[in-house]
């Protein structure tokens, strides 16, 4: 047939069933193609969805890398050789150098945005927590990085060696004098006699020499009550450094009858003054100073840390979360790649450094200030941060955590500083600080993932119940009105603005778009569209 014709004169031609066979076929359902795995049955749905992103549920945040980059020079050569050597993510070894960095300058520097004679400060204690499923290597990067901690510990006890001998001893015969002059006092027939002998006793104590002690830098496994010891015996000061979970059993109780004792823990991050006055046990500290670098598996951080408790007591928001990738099942394994000697050698000469002249006694800590510039981009950080702690800002569902970010920048500004700058730094200028806001920044998706891990996102679980509605088999809705949605979820969505925050962070992870249908005369319709790929993928 030409071109421009119809049917008559398809009939004209070829009769009425040519007419009649031709109408069949052009109404006839195309037959579908062969199903292909993994591919969606409906081609035009898919092509629908090619417009959209990739939808990241909530509790499944995208989190960016933490390059080395961001650390001081000699830190940065050692944690990227850690990194190459074990073929473990970046996160890991950034947040476990800063831990020991912050073991090493805790409690002997303080930092003042403000300036020095200001009253805020910022004591330079860190909680790091990176989260890394068994097998990930987290061990050999905390042994890589701390090596030259145990080292110190070692060249330190040996030094100490002969004046702790010689103190013990002296000690050893004070006593036993003291125990020999309270006989004789209790046996003395005269009272000037017997307060002679008193005066004896009194002489004998203050000539004593108090107990010398090798230092320790770091511990593992320790009861909240050995810590307390630990942070008295040791210059109000101690580090906690670990890949398994001992420490977080004992915070949610594991020896006190599932009661923890959080006090310790939370006044040795914020320095405050710590008084335990109990039968068999003081401890009295001025400025506590307490470090963790922990590297758990994600599993045991979830089970042990959702507790109430962990987040109302602020336990939590002191920590500065990193849950990268896992690089399991991606190593080369026929690759092998020490760490050089010269860049494990410097690492372990600069920390040797920043550790010493440490006193054995705890003094008072040295302020530095930071420079007009400095403080002027962390200000300008703190504006940012403060800005969106507001009801339904970006940190709304964080916001205990994110309004202590501030003040975690400012401790991290000044460990960059004192490892580049050592004891003649004076005061934190602007290179180290635009590392440490740049760095805070890129925790915060950090901790977001790991809130939600722990099941302490309320927003995010509202969230994931809207996509289990609209997605369910058979009943899908690619598009619903909110109203509908607040009906159906009327048990968890009593109010309109919890709905809102939930649909919020829905949008935000490009699950779904929120548009307004025009109504003539009335209140515009709320539709939600659900990402077409929910339903395909």
Known sequence: MADHTDFNDLAAVAGAGAVKASIARAIAPAKAPAAIAGTPRDADVRRIGEGWPDPILPGQVAVPDLPVDLLPSWIKDM?????????????????ISLSVL??????????????????????????????????????????????????????????????????????????????????????????????????????????????????????????????????????????????????????????????????????????????????????????????FG???????????????????????????????PSNVGNRDVRRRWSIPHYIRNEYAARLHGLLSGRSLVAGKPRVIGMTDAARALWLDFSAEIEQELVPRGKLDAIADWASKLPGAAARIAALFELAESGDAANSVGKTSTGQAVKLCRLLIPHAHAAFGLLGAD??????????????????????????????????????????????????????AKVEKLPNKGARATTLVRMNPRLFFE
């Open 294 to 324: 922990l590297a758990l598996q994600p599993g045991v951080l979830a089970e042990v840390a959702s507790s109430r408790r962990f987040r109302d007591s602020g336990l939590m928001a002191r920590f500065l979360f990193a849950i990268p």
């Open 79 to 95: 944690a990227g050789a850690v990194v190459d050597s074990t073929q473990t993510p970046p996160a890991l070894a950034v947040l």
């Open 102 to 291: 912050a073991s090493c300058l805790h409690r002997q520097y303080e930092v003042a945005p403000w300036g020095e004679e200001d009253d805020y400060t910022e004591p330079l204690s860190l909680w790091t927590l990176p989260a890394l499923p068994s097998g990930a290597r987290k061990t050999a990067v905390i042994n890589a990085l701390s090596v030259p901690l145990v080292e110190w510990e070692k060249l330190e006890r040996d030094r100490l060696r002969p004046e702790i001998a010689r103190v013990n001893s002296a000690r050893a015969v004070s006593k036993k004098r003291i125990e020999k002059l309270i006989k004789d006092a209790v046996n003395a027939e005269k009272d000037e006699d017997r307060e002679s002998i008193r005066k004896l006793i009194e002489q004998e104590e203050q000539d004593m020499p108090s107990e010398i002690r090798a230092p320790r830098l770091f511990t593992g496994d320790c009861t909240a009550e050995r810590l307390q010891a630990l942070l008295v015996e040791h210059s109000e000061r101690m580090s906690v450094l670990s890949d398994e979970a001992g420490i977080f059993l004992i915070m949610a109780g594991l020896y006190s009858g599932g009661i923890a004792s959080l006090d310790v823990f939370l006044q040795g991050h914020a320095g405050t003054a710590m008084r335990v006055d109990r039968a068999g046990r003081t401890a009295h500290l001025d400025k506590p100073a307490l470090s």
């Open 458 to 511: 309320p927003i995010d679980a509202d969230a994931l119940a809207i996509v289990k509605w609209a997605t369910v088999p058979g009943k899908g809705r690619p598009t619903f009105k909110k109203s509908e949605c607040q009906k159906a979820l009327e048990g968890r969505f009593r109010s309109i603005a919890k709905l809102d925050k939930a649909i919020e962070r829905l949008e935000q992870g490009d699950v």
